[in-house]
């Protein structure tokens, strides 16, 4: 393992600063406030992610990291700073442009697995394609292929017809990756996806994120647990809502 200071990982990120730079944030920090209390949860955070990169975010409890994440995924924005997204300024975007983003190139692997009872494993991974409109839109049958193929892809296509609760944990979790996959995210974030899990299976969602990587995938992940963040190819420590360290994994 090689590390950074920060003040050498933030020369080495304009060094490596490319066209193929997926994910750019620029001084981004994000302010909660309770009352009279101000919660500084992000503080001039510099992060660059490139197309098919495996990116792990550590840190401690409180730190920041799903913060980041969820605003990684516009699912939050920043109080300040820029954020870059295939090349798109998207920290200004309205609700409906960040949905319309969210749904086409984001997609979401959460700890608690959020897949819907009363809904198959099949209608499940579908859902996200059936929001799609205009231009985007896809027909019944490209709907069917492309769960199909997701399926496939995390070995659960023998249960598409069983409901969550039929499932196991690790099994609820890989439909879970089927569904963030199967409409050809640009990214895909993963907030704790082992958090909920016994070894066992945590180490079997590592391979399968292992796995899309392979295949092209872009992967980041948060995870409190220096393990699972040995997966990934870069680590970008948190502490107190600032990148502290970066920890580079052996070619």
């Known amino acids: 393992m090689t590390t950074a200071t920060p003040d050498t990982r933030r020369s080495t990120l304009d060094a490596q600063r490319s066209s193929d730079a997926l994910i750019r944030l620029d001084g981004v920090k994000k302010v909660f406030y309770t009352e009279d209390v101000e919660t500084h949860a992000l503080a001039d955070v510099h992060l660059e992610i490139r197309q098919g990169e495996y990116v792990a975010i550590g840190g401690p409890s409180g ?24 090349g798109q300024d998207v920290t200004t975007l309205d609700a409906a442009e960040r949905a319309r983003v969210r749904n086409r190139q984001i997609g979401f ?20 394609l059936t929001y799609r409109s205009g231009d985007g839109a896809l027909s019944a049958a490209e709907r069917r292929q492309r769960v199909h193929a997701a399926l496939e892809k995390v070995g659960m296509s023998h249960r598409q017809k069983h409901y969550p609760a039929q499932l196991s944990g690790g099994q609820q979790q890989r439909v879970a990756v089927a569904r963030a996959v199967v409409g050809d995210p640009a990214i895909l974030l993963a907030d704790e996806p082992t958090g909920n899990l016994d070894s066992a299976n945590g180490e079997s969602v590592m391979e ?7 295949g092209g995938a872009t992967v980041c992940m948060v995870t409190h647990d220096p393990r699972y963040a040995l997966h990934a190819q870069r680590t970008i420590h948190l502490f107190d809502g600032r990148v502290v360290e970066e920890t580079v994994a052996p070619v």
């Open 208 to 214: 399968l994120l292992q796995e899309l990587h392979r």
């Open 63 to 86: 730190c920041g990291k799903t913060t980041l994440l969820s605003i990684l995924g516009l699912l939050d924005s920043p109080s300040g700073g820029r954020y870059e997204l295939g």
């Open 109 to 128: 692997v959460f700890q608690a697995f959020n897949l819907i009872g009363d809904l198959t494993v099949y209608e499940n991974v579908e859902l996200p």
